[in-house]
């Protein structure tokens, strides 16, 4: 018991070191933010700022364009999302359920382009869009992050859908559902988790995109929040408060987009599991 109860200790403190080396970084993001400018430069570090102001707030978020890359950053994500979710819950359906030719091979494809390193298809992507006519053009970003966070989506819904009991379909299928019917019923609802896991992943892979935004959108009405962060820094130098502020405020989306999503990851492991 006594070695038992040691070990639970020692996991515990380990768990309390890793979370704060982790969470140290967003820490001093929003410390550095709230701290007066003339403590900004110390040569030393304080955990806890003697002094606090929100002037870097103001100066951060007033600055020209911020609503305007907000706006586009969270169209540009949102709409991603949406259509990643849609295309990958079609995909993963068939692969899942269904067996036809080439559906490993399929399978293999959708895993081997979630591989490929995003940055090596900036050349190509920027040659597809030039053709299309949409560069510096929203829809054509929503495009390059739809095909971003796809593969992925498609990937883990394929594992959720297998692990629900094709059964149970079955069984709303006997009490007179049709197969769509057993599957918004019964299927859909189940997997709530694995819907709330990709949305968040490619919400947040989209969110934090800089490379394609910085190269495809070149006017200052549709660059994304990532670009319109690096305006902070000039050759005279960076303004690291309206840095962090900014920083901290682009952080809140995503949390606030969690804690929405993330309700519905109890209710949906047993609703349509229980027939009414």
Same mark, same amino acid.
């Given at each position: 018991? !006594? ?24 820490? @001093? ?81 959708? +895993? ?11 050349? !190509? ?9 949409? =560069?510096?053009? +929203?829809?054509? =970003?929503? =495009? ?6 796809? !593969? ?27 197969? @769509? ?23 947040? %892979? ?31 130098? %960076? ?11 682009? %952080? ?25």
């Amino acid at each position: 018991m !006594p070695r038992t109860r040691a070990m639970r200790v020692a996991v515990s403190a380990a768990g309390v070191l890793a979370t704060a080396f982790f969470a140290f970084p967003t820490y @001093w993001m929003v410390t550095t933010a709230l701290k007066p400018s003339g403590q900004l430069l110390s040569d030393g570090y304080d955990l806890v700022p003697l002094g606090l102001t929100f002037e870097h707030f103001v100066g951060g978020t007033g600055k020209a364009g911020f609503l305007t890359a907000l706006g586009n950053s969270l169209m540009a994500s949102l709409g991603a999302v949406v259509c990643a979710l849609v295309a990958g819950l079609l995909a993963a359906v068939p692969l899942a359920r269904m067996r036809f030719r080439g559906r490993k091979g399929f399978a293999m494809l959708v +895993l081997v382009a979630q591989m490929a390193p995003f940055e090596a298809l900036l050349i !190509p992507m920027y040659l597809m869009m030039r053709d299309l006519n949409l =560069l510096d053009r +929203l829809p054509g =970003l929503i =495009l390059v992050y739809f095909g971003a966070t796809l !593969p992925f989506t498609a990937w883990t819904l394929r594992g959720f859908v297998r692990g629900i009991p094709l059964e149970l379909e079955e069984a709303a299928m006997m009490d007179g559902c049709g197969r @769509w019917g057993a599957f918004r019923r019964v299927t859909l609802p189940l997997l709530g988790p694995g819907l709330v896991a990709t949305s968040v992943f490619g919400f947040i %892979t989209a969110w934090n995109e800089f490379l394609y935004a910085l190269t495809f959108m070149q006017s200052k009405d549709n660059v994304t929040l990532p670009v319109w962060l690096s305006g902070f820094q000039s050759k005279f130098g %960076t303004d690291w408060g309206a840095t962090m502020a900014a920083s901290t405020v682009f %952080t809140l989306p995503v949390l606030i987009f969690f804690l929405v999503v993330q309700r519905n990851l109890v209710s949906g492991l047993t609703a349509g599991a229980v027939k009414g």
